[in-house]
């Protein structure tokens, strides 16, 4: 579909919705950020749109004012250029001072916001994210489990040239995996991410959470959802890795604290049973051998 067609036909829903409709029905949410089903998500949400808006009032007033003064004090109604202004003192304080209250009033939260983002304490779960070409290792540190997690095969093979499938047909094409990381709701979990190969970074909008996986170095970061969440939540790689770059989405699978513990004791012990060593072969009796009489 052509550019053209695609802003032919929003108009045309736009213009066929009710006046009642939400932004997020009419589609316009796509446009922006979404408030995410974090706490922490929600915090860079409101700062988000909080600074926005500044920019906003700024950009109204600036531009207003510009074409405003370009109309009235044209050259044509014999607008006089007005040099008093030049080397103003009272002006050139003016337009210092209130820049750096702007800055003030926006870099106040944006450091708060900051700081809770870097607040990893009071973890009750970590598990370590190491990147590598293409996918990723999650390895819950105190439990004894460890596994991978790569794109899934139906999107691989419909990615692939000439597959011959319609990838329309493919359920979250490229955006799903064959493993998903599996976390209980409302426990906030510590991650630490580092890279295996090259730079990769772990990135889930719905959470608020980007991170940049470097080899050789660790980061770390956290989240904790909502009590209430469960369900998939899909991410991807967000740092250009490597040729398969755009094939290594990241999906969270949410689940209540007693799903996710009756699937951490079962993958536990499924980890377990299979790296243990093969029981050896009981060993045969030596043949008995006939007695001779003296």
């Known amino acids: 579909m052509t550019i053209r067609a695609r802003l032919a036909s929003l108009a045309f829903a736009l213009a066929a919705a009710p006046a009642g409709l939400s932004a997020r029905e009419s589609g316009w949410s796509l446009l922006n950020m979404t408030p995410g089903v974090t706490e922490m998500s929600r915090h ?80 009750e779960l970590t598990i370590k994210v190491t990147g590598f070409q293409w996918g990723w290792n ?36 490229l955006l799903n995996v064959d493993h998903p990381l599996v976390v209980p709701a409302g426990v906030k979990v510590r991650l630490l991410i580092t890279g295996a190969d090259v730079i990769h970074s772990w990135w889930l909008p719905a959470f608020g959470v980007k991170k940049d996986a470097i080899p050789g170095f660790v980061n770390e970061a956290w989240f904790k959802t909502d009590p209430d969440v469960r369900g998939m939540y899909r991410g991807q790689c967000a740092e250009l890795c490597g040729r398969d770059h755009g094939f290594m989405p990241i999906v969270v699978d949410i689940r209540s604290k007693e799903d996710f513990a009756a699937w951490l004791k079962a993958k536990a012990a499924e980890q377990k049973q299979a790296a243990a060593p093969p029981a050896a072969a009981p060993e045969s009796p030596p043949p008995a051998t006939a007695s001779t009489a003296p």
């Not at 004090?73 to 030049?86: C, E, H, L, T, Y």
């Not at 991978?148 to 093979?157: C, E, K, M, N, P």
């Open 44 to 123: 860079i949400y409101r700062l988000h749109m909080q600074i926005f808006w500044i920019c906003v009032v700024i950009g109204v007033l600036v531009f207003g004012a510009m074409i405003w003064s370009l109309y009235a004090f044209r050259k044509s109604r014999g607008a006089v250029p007005d040099v008093s202004m030049v080397h103003n003192t009272k002006v050139e304080i003016v337009w210092t001072v209130i820049p750096v209250i702007i800055l003030i009033v926006m870099a106040v939260p944006a450091a708060r916001t900051l700081i809770e983002i870097e607040d990893t304490s009071r973890t």
């Open 138 to 173: 999650y390895d819950y540190l105190d439990d004894g489990v460890s596994y991978y997690s790569r794109l899934d095969r139906a999107s691989d093979f419909a990615r692939e040239l000439d597959s011959g499938i319609d990838p329309n047909t493919v359920e979250h094409y």
